[in-house]
């Protein structure tokens, strides 16, 4: 039996390489918004397992609420489930499911709380895992 290199098995997964980064433009149907919209944009994605990701939703719908463009928040949640955090928290954006495979292997979101703000031209301008309401600020604040 082999040993284990844990230097090796604890460093950043190669997936990580193929993420989305600043700068990148996103593509078009990764989101339900129209093309040439005046307004910016944020993804957001958290998973319903994810027990940071659920603590952080009562900070994080309202911050959504305000911003000042367009916001999709995914889930791993069932249809059933995004309804219900629709009913409870009554954001005015939409709440949409998306599988574990399409958030890695179209989005490029390998680990959640994350989010994206868009420009109105898709254009990545911020992103990142969100641990703290001081992260969340500096996505969506930073211009």
């Known amino acids: 039996m082999g040993t284990i290199n844990f230097k090796e098995l604890f460093q950043r997964n190669t997936l990580l390489d193929n993420e989305y980064k600043i700068g990148d433009f996103l593509?078009?149907?990764?989101?339900?918004l129209h093309p040439n919209s005046d307004n910016p944009v944020l993804l957001a994605y958290?998973?319903?397992?994810?027990?940071?990701?659920?603590?952080?939703l009562?900070?994080?719908?309202?911050?959504?609420?305000t911003y000042p463009g367009y916001v999709q928040l995914f889930t791993d949640g069932?249809?059933?489930?995004?309804?219900?955090?629709s009913h409870h928290f009554q954001p005015n954006?939409?709440?949409l499911s998306l599988s574990p495979d399409e958030q890695r292997n179209?989005?490029?979101?390998?680990?959640?709380?994350?989010?994206?703000?868009?420009?109105?031209?898709?254009?990545?301008?911020d992103c990142g895992i969100i641990h703290s309401i001081h992260d969340l600020n500096r996505i969506i604040n930073q211009s």
């Open 46 to 56: 958290i998973s319903l397992t994810c027990k940071s990701c659920v603590d952080m």
């Open 27 to 32: 593509p078009e149907s990764i989101t339900l």
């Open 78 to 85: 069932n249809q059933e489930e995004n309804r219900e955090l």
């Open 93 to 95: 954006f939409p709440i």
């Open 106 to 125: 179209v989005h490029k979101v390998f680990a959640t709380p994350f989010l994206y703000r868009l420009n109105n031209n898709r254009v990545i301008q």
């Open 58 to 65: 009562p900070t994080l719908i309202p911050a959504f609420n």
